[in-house]
């Protein structure tokens, strides 16, 4: 008689270590399916990066990558005022053209072309999983469209493009806190000043 309750609650005490084992590893496969999802480019957490966080005056830092990018477009939206946007962009490789008007950074309007300057209107993919164009990848190709077309609108000798983006970054990167501050700034060097603020 004995026996029988000892066996019994041998019984109970392994079904409860498989229980807990079972537990233990859906656990386990609910960790790797989330680390995979991630990989994968599924939903993730925004990050709260400078741009995002606000100042004590509830304005936006701008962090280096929106500063380079804002620059870009400025100075080709300039150039597209300046100068015949479908010339502009014949100067560019098919890839560098694609990247651009797939990205949603260069629209067709109407019978030309104008830059989308709120990159929140381009159409990029922000995860590997998507198809799509890639924010670096258009601003590669602004990049090179800017290193093939001339800044010519300040007079004296045309500078590349390119060389006009990183004239400006080459001063003033780093020297203002908020977003408003450097687009002013780089307003002013786009249209030939310092790049001084105030």
Same mark, same amino acid.
């Given at each position: 008689?004995?026996?029988?309750p ?7 005490r ?11 590893g ?8 989330v ?12 990050e709260?990066?400078?741009?995002a ?18 620059v ?18 014949? &100067?560019?490789?098919? +890839? %560098?053209?694609?990247?651009? !008007?797939e990205?949603? /950074?260069?629209?067709? =309007? ?33 990049d090179a ?22 004239a400006?970054?080459?001063?003033? &990167?780093?020297?203002? +806190? %908020?977003?408003?501050?450097? !687009?002013?700034?780089? /307003?002013d060097?786009? =249209? ?7």
């Open positions: 008689m004995t026996g029988e000892a066996r019994s609650s041998g019984k109970r392994r079904r409860a270590a498989l229980a807990l084992a079972a537990v233990a859906v656990a386990v496969l609910l960790v790797a399916a680390l995979l999802v991630r990989q994968a480019g599924g939903p993730e957490e925004p709260a990066g400078p741009a966080s606000p100042q004590e005056g509830g304005e936006p830092r701008a962090d280096e990558e929106w500063v380079r990018r804002q870009r477009i400025l100075t080709l939206e300039r150039m597209f005022a300046e100068g015949d946007p479908a010339e502009i962009l014949g &100067e560019a490789s098919e +890839d %560098t053209r694609s990247a651009l !008007l990205g949603g /950074a260069v629209v067709e =309007d109407g019978p030309g072309f104008r830059v989308e300057t709120d990159p929140a209107g381009w159409t990029v993919a922000d995860h590997l999983g998507e198809q799509g164009v890639r924010p670096g990848g258009v601003d590669n190709a602004m469209l800017l290193w093939e077309n001339d800044v010519t609108w300040c007079g004296g000798a045309a500078v590349a493009g390119r060389d006009f983006v990183h400006y970054l080459d001063t003033h &990167e780093g020297a203002f +806190d %908020t977003q408003e501050e450097y !687009l002013e700034s780089i /307003a060097h786009v =249209d030939c000043g310092s790049g001084a603020t105030g």
